[in-house]
């Protein structure tokens, strides 16, 4: 309580600064703009701003982003034609350190220090929301993604039906996760029990919802759920959860985990001789590095997949499909790919799609206007914001899949596309036990 | 059975918040100093056997034989460069610089190993567990750290109270000035202190990444628990630092048993209470 006033003290605070330095730099600009404005220069410039957590906890979202965004700098460099005229793109890019604060402080640099016409933000609710409340509150057109769309809508007081002026997200949704996970746990010779590991916080809480999260779905599609209770992040302990989901017949868990608490959760299950059939867990396995830091136990484990090589969408921008955006970054850079690499490409696909349309490049309105009609098909799906399912946000598709050993090392195959028929299925669902 | 389960798991984790206290305890004792880098020095010191492991292909266990004198070397330097300088008769400062280490640690790992999360992968051991009764399975990494932290605190014990270096602890803890009049050097005293806090935060590292997943900024959540098992204990008592421990790790685990939500809270609780009622802790042994 006491952190979110605070909070919600200095977001007051930096939109009275805000305000301050804006009407102070409107009004030491004002005569500049009078002399000549950038629509009559040799080759006028659009700036695009980009907040990203390059380094913190969340780093691990944006460690693609010196690659992808050279990628799109290259794809950007010949201009963007807009109206018969072509326009130089600068992008730059803002750290929002892993820190909500932090991220709403650089947004409201860029908006009003570098004037940016455009800003995109990325990964997580704690870099995503701060980024739109500042745009919303400036006017400026802001595009977002990888961020489930309830925190996004939801966390920002987003009324269904006005939505929002400016600003604009793309991503799937709890629905989805839910969807896709029922469809994996339908498999013969698993019981259809399920154990849940939510944490207190807002995933985990979203997730445990009576009425939004996964009860009352997994009740209708004739699961039983055995829920001991929100754990703290961070807990040394799941001995009261196994003991829980023995005495019931768990064979299937699931649950929203940050990597140190599952890795905790499974080599105690291990220890306790707890053994299930699947184990599902959204977040805490999105990530190569993760699974390979549990060694064998991290195999036919299973997550939501939001994009993978394998995805048949190609690139508006530069052609590519998304086998090759992935290899691409692996040869570049000799990581694995990660599942962020395709919306944070996306995200610039968009951008140059709007940049394209827009009736005029000068008038923010304008370019809200060309977000708003936006249908493009990016590597990662259709982005169309007239099918949204409330204003302002749209869907991409959302499958699940499991690690797998391929030779020697491990991959995420897709084993289940219910909900989103277009995915190919890469492989079949093996059982932990 | 569940509830003995229960208890006796908590007991286990108890050993390791002994673990990750006893360095903090010892510090503390010897020198008056709340070393707040010290869930950080844990995690760094999981990084140096991360690399150690990687490098010679040991198993991570045995990596302490490299890790710990490792480790023990860059706390005497750390101690002699860093933390002397500026201890005096002002508590604050000395404070500050280990703040600031914290700080330092946590982006200098960031920078080196980025974010990326990770853990030593230990084989077997792991998930091996001894089925002592019908729902109740020990698991036989949970006893090697409860041992392992039994023995340094039997170990830390023998060298406070059977050795030369224990009596230069003990004398420049109770009377700095009359220790150095005695021809102790305080600084070299200090050093040997925080070698021995860093080699014992080396075994804590390793396990703590045998244990979990670990990333550059793990360090802090550990702390927390270390320093509560100190204060519950009882400043100064390294048999104390154990008990306090365990009751952290049973308070937790009979928190959790009611409803995970109470897990870390009736740790604090029992923190909270001990502070109330017995602010020196349960078996002081310093004024």
């Given at each position: ?6 909070t919600g003290?200095i977001r007051?605070?930096m939109n ?35 907040v990203?957590p ?40 803002k750290?929002s350190q892993s820190n909500p604060n932090r991220a709403a402080e650089v947004s409201s640099?860029l ?8 800003i995109?933000a990325?990964s997580t609710p704690d870099t995503v929301n701060p980024v739109s409340d500042q745009a919303e509150v400036?006017?400026?057109?802001c595009?977002t993604?990888?961020c489930?769309?309830?925190?996004y809508?939801?966390g920002r ?10 600003t ?266 | ?287």
């Amino acid at each position: 309580m006491a952190t979110s006033t605070s909070t919600g003290r200095i977001r007051s605070l930096m939109n009275r600064r805000s305000f301050l330095t804006a009407a102070a730099g409107a009004a030491v600009s004002a005569p500049a703009i009078l002399r000549h404005s950038r629509a009559y220069a040799e080759t006028p410039k659009l700036r695009i701003g980009h907040v990203s957590p390059r380094t913190g906890p969340l780093a691990g979202f944006a460690e693609a982003d010196d690659h992808i965004l050279a990628g799109i700098s290259k794809a950007y460099s010949g201009g963007i034609d807009n109206n018969g005229r072509a326009w130089a793109v600068e992008i730059i890019s803002k750290d929002s350190q892993s820190n909500p604060n932090r991220a709403a402080e650089v947004s409201s640099e860029l908006i009003l220090n570098d004037e940016v016409d455009i800003i995109v933000a990325a990964s997580t609710p704690d870099t995503v929301n701060p980024v739109s409340d500042q745009a919303e509150v400036n006017g400026t057109p802001c595009i977002t993604t990888d961020c489930p769309w309830q925190p996004y809508f939801f966390g920002r007081n987003g009324v269904p039906d006005t939505g929002f002026q400016s600003t604009y997200h793309f991503f799937w949704g709890l629905e989805d996760v839910i969807a896709s996970f029922l469809a994996l746990w339908q498999h013969e010779g698993v019981a259809k029990k399920v154990g849940g590991l939510f944490p207190n916080d807002a995933d985990g809480n979203a997730w445990g919802d009576a009425e939004r999260g996964f009860p009352k779905p997994l009740a209708q599609a004739g699961f039983s759920l055995t829920d001991p209770g929100r754990y703290q992040p961070l807990s040394d302990n799941f001995t009261a959860q196994i003991s829980a989901f023995k005495a019931a017949g768990v064979e299937v868990v699931t649950g929203n985990m940050i990597p140190p608490d599952f890795a905790n959760f499974w080599s105690q299950a291990g220890q306790q001789g707890f053994k299930p059939k699947i184990v599902t867990i959204g977040k805490a396995l999105l990530f190569p590095s993760v699974i390979a830091s549990l060694g064998d136990r991290g195999v036919g484990l299973t997550s939501e997949i939001w994009w993978t090589p394998s995805h048949p969408f190609k690139s508006s921008l530069t052609g590519e499909s998304a086998r090759q955006l992935a290899e691409g970054y692996s040869s570049a850079t000799g990581r694995p790919w990660t599942q962020p690499i395709g919306f944070k490409h996306a995200l610039f696909e968009v951008v140059a799609d709007v940049v394209k349309r827009a009736a005029d490049l000068e008038d923010s309105e304008a370019l809200v206007e060309a977000i708003r009609a936006t249908s493009v098909d990016t590597i990662v799906g259709s982005v169309d914001w007239s099918k949204g399912p409330v204003k302002n946000v749209t869907k991409t598709p959302l499958v699940a899949g499991q690690w797998q050993k391929q030779g020697d090392k491990v991959d995420l195959v897709v084993t289940t596309n219910a909900n989103a028929p277009q995915i190919p299925v890469g492989g079949e669902l093996q059982l932990l036990s | 059975m569940e509830w003995v389960n229960a208890i006796v798991q908590g007991i286990l984790i108890g050993g390791l918040y002994a673990l990750f206290a006893a360095g903090l305890s010892l510090i503390f004792g010897v020198m008056r100093l709340v070393n707040i880098a010290h869930g950080d020095m844990i995690v760094a010191a999981a990084y140096v056997a991360l690399v150690v492991v990687q490098a010679t292909g040991l198993h991570p266990l045995a990596s302490a034989v490299i890790v710990v004198p490792l480790m023990a070397a860059l706390g005497y330097a750390m101690q002699r460069l860093l933390l002397n300088p500026t201890i005096g008769k002002d508590l604050l400062s000395p404070l500050l610089v280990t703040f600031g280490i914290s700080v330092i640690l946590q982006n200098g790992l960031l920078v080196a190993f980025t974010a990326d999360s990770h853990r030593l992968a230990a084989g077997s051991i792991e998930t091996a567990s001894i089925q002592v009764a019908p729902g109740l399975a020990l698991g036989v990494l949970p006893l090697v750290m409860f041992a392992a932290s039994v023995l340094i605190i039997f170990g830390l014990e023998l060298i406070f109270y059977r050795t030369s270096l224990g009596r230069a602890f003990r004398a420049t803890s109770d009377d700095p000035e009359i220790a150095q009049l005695m021809k102790l050097d305080r600084n070299h005293v200090f050093g040997m202190a925080m070698a021995l806090s860093a080699a014992i935060v080396a075994i804590a590292g390793i396990f703590l990444a045998i244990r979990t997943n670990f990333d550059p900024s793990a360090g802090p959540a550990r702390l927390i628990f270390g320093f509560e098992a100190v204060i519950i204990g009882g400043l100064g008592n390294l048999w104390g630092t154990l008990a306090g421990g365990i009751a952290l790790g049973v308070a937790q685990a009979i928190g959790a048993q009611i409803s995970p939500g109470w897990q870390i809270l009736a740790g604090h609780l029992v923190f909270f209470l001990v502070l109330a009622v017995r602010p020196r802790g349960l078996f002081p042994r310093m004024d």
